[in-house]
């Protein structure tokens, strides 16, 4: 089984049988597995992860990590969607305006576009990241907690003229300003609470706020995208999702995002499988929006399993718990990317 979509630099990416191209194919078996005793019913953390826990993940990361089962409790959903909060303002500072989009990936992204946009380095943001710069007691490292928008990078003049403390200080405010402001999100959207009441960690919540911010686009998507997620991880179904794919082989082995996902990949025994692997991510694999973080906490009311987005332009998402009309959405989005010539996303 396997969900699709997802945004990244490339545009949504699909996991899905494309007949007549050689591409995917994904097993479906993983249900009668449950039922078999063959698997263990919602082990929703691995990747080595504990509540709050999670080793901070990186190219030379230990992903071996065991898996914990946990109870499969249903997810209860939410009778009116919560209004997300509206961002309070970020802290008044003088310098250059630095703009951040949700759902960006730190390593490949987000760090880049903060470089390109402050003329810091990599290296001088990694040292920020590592510093004391406001992350909730639950972060497993920077991944999720840098909300989205238009910040200020406190400094005036070309970094190469500061001396090191100085760049460091001004680096650490920058990606300072983007913790609080999360903070100040979580705080309005109840996340902790919420959490408790839905049965997970506030670091699961943000996970799934990360795949769905990746996954769909409008609040009401990204709702049901939640609860499909839900679904899945409370019958013991692998997510399936690429997005997260990409990201956990990226973020293991150094393999770029957007590079091809082949069937072997698929079927291969690695930590980071989603398609193989019952339970969630061991953390965020973005930088979810307000939306996406109210969504996880929210999710719509329904049975749906599977998603594929069928228009490029449009975003609209197909949502079903039904394979063989999973299978003609998949065939939909197929004749929409035919219809365009292919463009980033149809592959």
């Known amino acids: 089984m396997t969900v699709a979509s997802g945004t990244g630099a490339g545009g949504p990416r699909r996991a899905v049988p494309r007949r007549g191209r050689g591409a995917w194919v994904v097993l479906s ?10 698997i263990v019913a919602q082990p929703w953390r691995w990747w080595g992860v504990g509540e709050g826990s999670a080793p901070p993940l990186g190219p030379t990361a230990d992903v071996t990590g065991s898996v914990t089962p946990t109870p499969a409790t249903p997810i209860p959903a939410s009778p009116t969607p919560s209004p997300a909060p509206t961002p309070s303002a970020a ?15 730190w390593v490949d992204q987000f760090r880049p576009s903060l470089a390109a946009q402050t003329g810091l380095t990599e290296a001088d943001l990694d040292r920020a990241a590592a ?3 406001g992350l909730p007691a639950y972060a497993a490292g920077v991944e999720g ?20 403390a100085d760049l460091d200080a001004a680096a650490t405010a920058l990606l300072s300003q983007m913790t609080a402001q999360f903070s100040a999100t979580a705080a309005a959207l109840d996340l902790e609470e919420g959490a408790a009441n839905l049965g997970l960690t506030p670091l699961e919540v943000v996970t799934v706020a990360s795949i769905v911010q990746a996954e769909v686009k409008s609040p009401d998507d ?54 193989r692997n019952p339970g969630l991510p061991a953390g965020p694999i973005g930088n979810p929006g307000a939306a996406a973080l109210d969504a996880a906490l929210h999710p719509a009311d329904g049975d749906w399993l599977y998603w594929v987005t069928v228009d490029l332009d449009t975003w609209e998402t197909v949502f079903t718990a039904d394979y063989s009309e999973f ?3 998949a065939d939909r989005f197929y004749a929409w990317c035919d219809a365009h010539g292919d463009p980033p996303g149809c592959y």
Do not use: H
Not at 145 to 164: I, K, S
Not at 233 to 250: D, Q
């Open 327 to 329: 299978l003609a959405a």
């Open 222 to 275: 990204q709702r049901k995208a939640a609860r499909a997620i839900y679904n899945r991880l409370a019958g013991g179904t692998p997510l399936g999702v690429e997005t997260a794919y990409r990201y956990g082989r990226l973020m293991a082995e150094g393999v770029p995002y957007d590079d091809a996902v082949t069937l072997a990949q698929q079927q291969a025994d690695t930590p980071y499988n989603v398609y």
């Open 29 to 38: 078996v993983v249900v009668t597995l449950v039922a078999a005793g063959l």
């Open 91 to 105: 802290p008044s500072v003088t310098g250059l305006p630095v703009e951040v989009a949700a759902g960006q990936r």
């Open 145 to 164: 907690f840098l909300f989205p928008g238009t910040y200020t990078f406190p400094v005036n003049t070309d970094p190469a003229d500061l001396d090191p």
């Open 131 to 133: 510093a004391a710069i």
